[in-house]
């Protein structure tokens, strides 16, 4: 919940400010600009929380009740299982790894009637190496004088990468240079996780509760003010920034884009995934311009784009994953681009040997439950 809370608040805080400078600037279409949603929206989202440990069913309207079970994508992240009138419904939602950092690995599947799965990674595996491909492109960036600039997401990606780079400087895996944290969402982020830390919390590995003291190690410093971001947009000493948001649609980040991305010696290192459409995309797939603040920003900057950081579990992962139940009456993918949700329903045909569609945009079915299931 105080995740949660911290991501529709600066939804929010972003929303209104892109809509001010939007007005301010003149480049929007609408007249005046508005935000999406505004604070007030968020905070009566806020006020319907209730939080639940997960460790036992919570009962919901209806005569249903949900089960909570840690999925490993990022701190406190769940899969939820639904039963309601006889029938269980497993939804993932944002399924993690095994190989996360700093988290646990997911608890196992349980059987269901009903599968609502992701299918990010679909149809892609995850590239190994991702800590060696990071200490390569700093140690590069920073060798011909540059800056490293990190398009992170606020939430875990920021602690994993800051855990990472502390490591590696320490150990000598790549230079001696100041890390900055630049993003108030990642800041706060990074607080809750540090409360994890000290609290022993269960959902992380054990051999990372020393890394409370690499969040705050020398060396890496966090940019609370607008001054102090301003600063970062013009480095002048070779360092890393980590900024929000990780497909540089929207926050700091885009201010430092703007400002690094002309300048050769630089690198724009992408460690997370780029929904299509989204400038971190466009930069992925060798765009030589790119739109910001209604301004085309040329790319001259070296992209690097490293896989090994994802915290989605990849096709094989999956899969993997689900072979440990029985097959469900249906299986529905969703979350993915088409192309993954349909080749991960092939997938779970043809090696689970499971009944796997991808639903259509507002299609209604029928949950019922399996002809074997055990009565509920």
Known sequence: ARLASIVLRDAAHLEEEQAEYARDAGFSKHSPALPLFDSSDAEQAISLFRPHDGREPAALPGS????LHPSAHILGSTFAVLDVDGVRVLFTGDMGRSVHPLLQPPAPAVDADVVVTESTY????????????????????????????????????TAVLLVTLSELREQGGIPDVPIYVDSPMALRALEVYRQALTAHDPALR??????HAVLAAPGV?????????????HPDHPCVIISASGMATGGRVLHHLASQLPVRDNAVILTGYQVAGTRGAALAEGARQVKIHGEYVPVRAEVVVIDGFSAHADADELIAWFSTVSPPRTAYVVHGEPDSAETFAERLDDELGWN?????????????????????
Request: with cysteine.
């Open 64 to 67: 249903m009740q949900v089960s």
């Open 122 to 157: 679909g149809s892609r595996l995850h590239e190994p190496g991702g800590r060696d491909a990071l200490a390569a492109a700093v140690t590069r960036t920073v060798g011909r004088g540059g800056v490293c600039l990190l398009p992170a997401f606020a939430i875990d990606r």
């Open 206 to 211: 054990p051999e990372v509760l020393a890394a």
């Open 221 to 233: 410093h966090l940019a609370s003010t607008r001054e102090q971001s301003e600063r970062l947009n």
């Open 356 to 376: 796997a569609v991808v639903p259509r945009y507002l299609e209604r079915v029928v949950l019922r439950a399996r002809v074997d299931a055990t009565p509920r």
